[in-house]
């Protein structure tokens, strides 16, 4: 019953993004069509999907972690810019490292700058100094700027004239593309992290404790968990996986670091995890719904003229409907 | 050259510190009544540019501002109904709100993306010193800061509505005992910092920026919520913590404008450190002086 009434909730959600459309003079099922073509029609559009499903998998993760035990990380943007700034130093101060060490230390420091990132409200957290929510949202506006500052001083890239971005990474250092396509070894990562992830909730000691602090962390400290240690490893591990999103996107796609990692990923993905829950099949299948309205997104920028933040309106009304769909249930819940 | 700094510095966290002002007025409102609106960044942006649209077509920046009031409580209804009425998880509703401000600003905003804008009248007060002058620019939000603080406060404070609204926002079964319309009283909050909310948008797209661009605000919106912590709920301190990080944005543009040599991402970062900083001072008496219904859906009867 679940699925089918987040289906008709979806399907509210694009109906009344049409209505909007229409009242601003565009042409939504003209752009919904267009969509549809370009998303079934050709192997770019379709591979498309999956190019984006990794990182937005990735940056639900980021959200869905800390969510089990209660936490509400709405920094997954920071936290990919964070992974990618430093899988990008690793990668270009190991350059002359054998490949078997440069991308497994690049994969790590994506992990480690994604985790640095979430430890900090991780901390303020755990010392009572101020809600995760506030401090992860205020970090979003602080990565983007490190990026931007590195990028435009220490690792300019010489040849980059009026667009500047970090030196090409060597080859040692980058992921694994599907020739042909945009399709990269980040699609693995992602799974590999999803099913790691299901496999560690559900069927070991940590999982249940994880379970038990979402359910009450009063009275799971009271028992005797570390609740603490897991707020910290929690937010460390899901910024980590978003860190790895951001890796992926310098190491699989852009191949080097540029201002504009990440379309707003961060974003998307906390809205991934909301509507997925702690499901994995959900989790894929709401990755899939977000990586087609980004397409959504990019279309009407393209043939309507629409910039592609208009898509906002789209993911807020599938959020509001999901939100005001169930009367009180999110209260009881 | 210190002391021209400083002075330019003041003058300039007046313009940069009122929009914060009246976004972190709102949300004080807001959190007295028990909701927590993450979403103030979102209903700022769809202000800044009902603000920029409406000046366009009107001429008159009046105009404006009214819309830009209109606009913030209008786009506010829709996170009212799922928060007061729904039960919504507030922070999630919250997020929904940025997105749809996000959405719906690109939107309205397009076609004056980059134009210049008659902006809002205002006066120069000029402080000669001995290289160029400061100039402190006074527009009509600027003088009515002042005053709207002073009325937040009394309507909190001294009215039978304001302690109504702060019951419900402490314990709504007592207030519904009480006899509070917790519905009424909750909308009327959320609506209000809506409007503050577009009003803030308003000054930096009319008397700041004089222009749309998207995503101007650029976290304005989550720094006034911290804001709110950082004041405990208080209007008067508000308007302390408004100047000093407004201070923050405007000394980051003086010291870019003095030509000093650190690169412009790493001032830009100031302000939110800044604000990330300040947190902890606010203090473990700080948090206590939290609404103890702050965010938490109403399951009651009523």
Known sequence: MQIERTFWKVLIAFAAFGLVLLIAGKHPLQAYADTAVFVLGSLEGFTELFVRMSPLVMAALAVSIPARIGLFNVGGEGQIYMGALFATGTALSLAHAPSWLLLPATLASGFAGGAVWALIPALMRIKGVANEAITTLLLNYIAPLAVGYMIFGPWRSPESLSYPQSPKLVEGARLAVLPGTRLHAGLLIAAACLALCAYVLYRTRWGLEMRAIGGNALASQHLGLPVRSYIGACMAIGGGIAGLAGMAEVSAIQGRLVAEISPGYGYMGFLVAWLAGPSAAKTVAMAFLLAFISSVGDVLQITQGVPFAVVNILMAAILFSVLCGGKRAGALQ | ?302
Request: charge should be neutral; hydrophobic fraction near 60%; proline fraction near 4%.
């Open chain 2, 1 to 302: 050259m210190i002391a021209v700094l400083i002075v330019a510095t003041l003058a300039a966290s007046v313009a940069a510190g009122t929009s914060l002002l009246y976004a972190t007025l709102g949300e004080i409102v807001a959190e007295r009544a028990g909701v927590i609106n993450l979403g103030l960044e979102g209903v700022m942006l769809a202000g800044a540019a009902a603000g920029c649209a409406a000046t366009s077509v009107t001429g008159n920046p009046y105009w404006g501002v009214l819309a830009a009031v209109l606009a913030g409580a209008a786009i506010s209804v829709v996170f009212a109904y799922a928060v007061v009425d729904c039960g919504a998880n507030q922070l999630a509703a919250g997020l929904s709100l940025l997105f749809l401000g996000l959405g719906v600003s690109a939107l309205i905003g397009r076609p004056y993306s980059g134009a210049i804008i008659h902006g809002l009248p205002s006066m120069s007060l000029r402080a000669p010193l001995e290289q160029g002058a400061a100039v402190l620019s006074v527009d009509a939000l600027v003088l009515l800061a002042l005053p709207a603080t002073a009325l937040v406060w009394w309507a909190l404070s001294a009215t039978r509505w304001g302690l109504r609204l702060r019951a419900v926002g402490e314990n709504p079964a007592a207030a519904f005992a009480a006899g509070c319309n917790r519905r009424r009283l909750q909308y009327q909050a959320v609506l209000l910092s809506g409007a503050c909310s577009g009003l803030a948008g308003a000054h930096i797209a009319l008397a700041v920026a004089f222009t749309w661009a998207e995503g101007m605000t650029g976290g304005r919106g989550f720094i006034a919520i911290a804001l709110v912590m950082f004041a405990r709920w208080n209007p008067w301190a508000a308007v302390a913590g408004a100047l000093v990080f407004g201070g923050a944005e405007a000394l980051q543009l003086q010291l870019q404008a003095s030509g000093l040599d650190v690169s412009p991402f790493l001032m830009n970062m100031l302000p939110y450190v800044l604000t990330l900083a300040a947190l902890p001072l606010t203090g473990r008496a700080g948090r206590l002086a939290a609404p103890a219904a702050l965010g938490r859906p109403y399951t009651g009867v009523e």
